[in-house]
């Protein structure tokens, strides 16, 4: 599969919001109601934000949501803070125990 | 807490062989699906292999034939043995849990760097 596509980069002032699009096929994002995001700060272990297109992982803030239409995913980061300051990855399961990921949108804090 | 820690990367030249290990704690190991996730220098996040509670086990085309993921649930344990390895799996190796195969990595390692360079 080829990998879903994010934006490199996404700016934001703090309290603004964000949206981070993540475009993939039928063959994914389109067919399946399991996309999630990661955020990966420097050293740190990848943390799961989002899953099942929308839904948050308990401890996660409110601020970040996601949806999805057709075969575009989105996250928005809505009151954005100086600690979102990281890489955002988008994840899409392609069937069969297969997954397919973004390129990973890096997004900087003015 | 939630630990999942990876050991086994390091230099290894092209051809050469690798084992990748990964350590569970805080979480009923049997329950989870568990996954090998990769990172290139520079580059995007890749999924390469999964391996269910009951031993079921997928891979991605990169690394089929090459790679195998195994676990131990006894130890709370996931390895991964590479072979044939070549420049191109250079990357930073994440292991990432699923619950009951919910098609999401809810935890994940930091990972473990291993680079293939003679």
């Known amino acids: 599969q080829s990998a879903l596509t994010q934006p490199r980069s996404v700016s934001g002032s703090p309290g603004q919001s964000v949206t981070i699009s993540c475009t993939g096929t039928s063959g994914d994002v389109g067919d399946y109601k399991y996309v999630s995001w990661y955020q990966l700060h420097p050293g740190k272990a990848p943390k799961l934000m989002i899953y099942d297109v929308s839904r948050r992982p308990s401890g996660v803030p409110d601020r970040f949501s996601g949806s999805k239409s057709g075969n575009t995913a989105s996250l928005t980061i809505s009151g954005l803070q100086a600690e979102d300051e990281a890489d955002y990855y988008c994840c899409s399961y392609a069937g069969t125990f297969t997954w397919v990921f973004g390129g990973g949108t890096k997004l900087t804090v003015l | 807490q939630v630990q999942l820690m990876e050991s086994g990367g390091g230099l290894v030249e092209p051809g050469g062989s690798l084992r990748l290990s990964c350590a569970a704690s805080g979480i009923t190991f049997n329950d989870y699906y568990m996954n090998w996730i990769r990172q290139a220098p520079g580059q995007g996040l890749e999924w390469i292999s999964c391996?269910?509670?009951?031993?079921?086990?997928y891979y991605s085309d990169s690394v089929r034939g090459r790679y195998t993921i195994s676990r131990d649930n006894a130890k709370s344990s996931l390895y991964l043995q590479m072979n044939s390895l070549r420049a191109e799996d250079t990357a930073v190796y994440f292991c990432?849990?699923?619950?009951?195969?919910?098609?999401?990595?809810?935890?994940w390692g930091q990972g473990t760097l291993v680079t293939v360079s003679s």
């Open positions: 391996i269910s509670s009951s031993g079921n086990i």
């Open positions: 990432a849990s699923d619950y009951g195969g919910n098609l999401r990595f809810d935890y």
